[in-house]
């Protein structure tokens, strides 16, 4: 099992959804954070004052699946998410050694 964390700008979150829907991904959690890479906030004008900001808006999908739909996930989310500008985001995949659905009690894929 892996899990999928792709950090995204805020407007594709429905877009990033449907995709993963189309390739069989049946569930996953959304997070609004902030945070900056190389694109290094910008800077804003607010009462004729002039002020920066770091931490840009962003969307946190979590979803964890089998090892048979990684790769397709991975790309329904890259060609959602993809804007060619900078800020587009980041995917990172990790192992997860074990899942457990708590009202069944099921392990493994099962829980899933």
Same mark, same amino acid.
């Given at each position: 099992? $892996? $899990?999928?964390?792709? #950090? #995204? $700008?805020?407007?594709k979150l429905d877009e990033v959804k449907e995709a993963l829907q189309d390739v069989g991904v049946q569930g996953l959690s959304v997070i609004e954070v902030k945070g900056f890479g190389r694109q290094k906030g910008h800077t804003e004008l607010y009462r004729g004052a002039e002020y920066v900001v770091d931490f840009l808006p962003k969307v946190k999908i979590e979803v964890v699946l089998n090892d048979d739909q990684l790769d397709a996930a991975i790309e329904a989310i890259a060609a959602a998410a993809k804007t060619d500008k900078i800020g587009d985001g980041k995917i990172f995949v990790s192992t997860i050694e074990q899942a457990i659905r708590i009202r069944t009690g099921e392990f493994g894929e099962d829980a899933l």
């Open positions: 099992m $892996k $899990k999928v964390e792709a #950090i #995204i $700008k805020p407007f």
